[in-house]
């Protein structure tokens, strides 16, 4: 799932590798992928792409019409340049803006569902789409101090930090990373948090996101593989020692998502229950 490292990386090297470039035509292959139809796709036809930019994990593609295209990858979606036109029976096709030097920038989807999205709107009304004005703060590279972002609140510190209303940018991979970083539990309420906790996360976020940014930095080009390399050290890892402290990773399963931590580390020796097992023996 693309999180903010991962968007960050695709507007840089998607922004740098399409400014200037000519729109030569447009079409949406996916039923469900445009979510609006006034502009109409085709008001891009002709214009040039001035670069792509990240708000939170959405993508803005900019056009020289006064136009922009937000983009939301979801869980399975990905932005990638080509240098040569779709197959019609590419079938993770979802949006295609055909550049009329021959390459082709496609918003793609991966798997059975179609939740990617897309939004054409005018460049002046994009501060006031929906997906945008409810954005929290941005979690890298800049976030506020989280004491006071978090403080009032009675959530989990790993619900917390992927609400993107709270605070932009971060899922459910790099979550596990940067509470395995700042040495928290997951399971920490945030009006719980000392102001040294407080301070500790908010620079592991920073940490942790502006890490992968540089590792995309000095290992990704264009095309972008269809799978990111994501240098995860906690998250998936379950079952394998800790790289602090070798004590062995755990999991919480829940129905859709797999939380992953160090008991040594953020739990204080504790094993958290599996809630998937715990609701099933209910
Ligand atoms: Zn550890």
Redesign the pocket.
């Given at each position: 799932m693309p999180e903010l490292p991962e968007v960050e990386i695709t507007a840089r090297l998607l922004g740098a590798a399409v400014a200037g470039a000519r729109v030569e035509s447009t079409s949406a292959p996916g039923v469900n992928a445009l979510k609006t139809f006034d502009p109409p796709l085709h008001a891009l036809d002709g214009s040039r792409l001035t670069g792509v930019a990240r708000r939170g994990k959405h993508l803005v593609v900019g056009s020289d019409a006064g136009l922009v295209l937000l983009v939301h990858l979801m869980s399975a979606g990905r932005l990638q340049l080509f240098d040569k036109r779709a197959s019609m029976r590419d079938r993770t096709s979802r949006l295609l803006i055909r550049l009329a030097d021959g390459r082709e920038l496609r918003l793609r989807e991966f798997g059975t569902r179609q939740a990617a999205w897309a939004k054409l709107l005018r460049a002046d009304a994009l501060e006031d789409e929906e997906a945008l004005a409810t954005l929290g703060p941005e979690a890298w590279p800049d976030p506020p101090p989280l004491g006071p972002l978090l403080g009032s609140q009675a959530r989990p510190l790993h619900s917390l930090l992927r609400d993107q209303r709270t605070i932009a940018g971060i899922g459910r991979s790099w979550v596990d990373e940067i509470l395995?970083e700042a040495r928290l539990s997951p399971f920490k309420r945030g009006a719980d948090l000392t102001a040294a906790e407080a301070q500790a996360l908010r620079e592991a976020v920073v940490a942790r996101l502006g890490e992968a940014i540089a590792v995309y930095e000095r290992t990704l080009s264009v095309p972008l593989p269809d799978r990111l390399p994501l240098p995860l050290k906690v998250h998936r890892h379950e079952g394998r020692p800790?790289?602090?402290?070798?004590?062995t990773?755990e999991a919480v399963h829940f129905e859709d998502y797999v939380i992953a931590y160090?008991?040594?580390?953020?739990t204080e020796g504790r094993v958290l229950k599996d809630r998937r097992l715990s609701r099933l023996l209910k």
């Open positions: 395995w800790c790289p602090r402290c070798g004590t990773l160090c008991p040594a580390c953020q």
